[in-house]
Nanobody
Framework: QVQLAESGGGLVQAGGSLRLSCAASGSINSIIRMAWYRQAPGKQRDLVSFITSGSTTNYADSVKGRFTISRDNAQSTVYLQMNSLKPDDTAVYYC??????????WGKGTLVTVSS
């Protein structure tokens, strides 16, 4: 079992920055990938970025050059640094982990609101 706790959401003006954090606990040694997804009102949940246990990263085209994913050395906390935020980035952001047991875990989500 893996438990996830997100933090860092809030209200920011367009052009501003926020940093999201997701702390994992439990069977963290089984985690092979940590990711951030987001879901805007009335839309599906989409992948924003992920980082693997081997430090490979991936970004959605819409956030490339603006968002940066990183992870602490213990591989128990993943961060999402979000710069140059746009109103279209407004969404609930969810932390997600995948384990080598084939299980997926989700955080409860943190709301990011970008005002124009």
């Amino acid at each position: 079992q893996v438990q996830l706790a997100e933090s860092g959401g809030g209200l920011v003006q367009a052009g501003g920055s926020l940093r999201l954090s997701c702390a994992a606990s439990g069977s963290i040694n089984s985690i092979i990938r940590m990711a951030w997804y987001r879901q805007a009102p009335g839309k599906q949940r989409d992948l924003v970025s992920f980082i693997t246990s081997g430090s490979t990263t991936n970004y959605a085209d819409s956030v490339k050059g603006r968002f940066t994913i990183s992870r602490d050395n213990a591989q128990s906390t993943v961060y999402l640094q979000m710069n140059s935020l746009k109103p279209d980035d407004t969404a609930v952001y969810y932390c997600h982990v995948k384990t080598y047991y084939g299980r997926d875990y989700w955080g409860k989500g943190t709301l990011v609101t970008v005002s124009s």
